[in-house]
């Protein structure tokens, strides 16, 4: 069973930047693709970056130039750096793996949270 641990989150001041990491295990099919998502208070969960297993990337306009995600293949590890963070920006951050062909999956991690704020 595949399962996720994320890590990175906290509280930081705006202009500031910080690192998000998910850990992936029990994983035996690599995933098609690993993204992170995020959700603030009130508001529907969103795509924030997703990275393809041909290197292939995604962002929403508004982390364009900010955000930077990556993975790590040996170590089904996902990353995302996000940098110039706004208020606006507050959420908890969620990262999730999918793989599309036999045996397929769709995992969530449990959330970090992510405070921009002065």
């Known amino acids: 069973q595949v399962q996720l641990v994320e890590s990175g989150g906290g509280l930081v001041q705006p202009g500031g930047s910080l690192r998000l990491s998910c850990a992936a295990s029990g994983i035996i099919f690599s995933p098609d693709d690993m993204g992170w998502y995020r959700q603030a208070p009130g508001k529907q969960r969103e795509l924030v970056a997703r990275i393809f297993s041909g290197s292939v990337i995604n962002y929403r306009d508004s982390v364009k130039g900010r955000f930077t995600i990556s993975r790590d293949n040996a170590k089904n590890t996902v990353y995302l750096q996000m940098s110039s963070l706004e208020p606006e920006d507050t959420a908890v951050y969620y990262c999730?793996?999918?793989?599309?062909?036999?045996?397929?999956?769709?995992?969530w991690g449990q959330g970090t949270q992510v405070t921009v704020s002065s």
């Open positions: 999730n793996l999918r793989r599309r062909s036999y045996p397929s999956y769709d995992v």
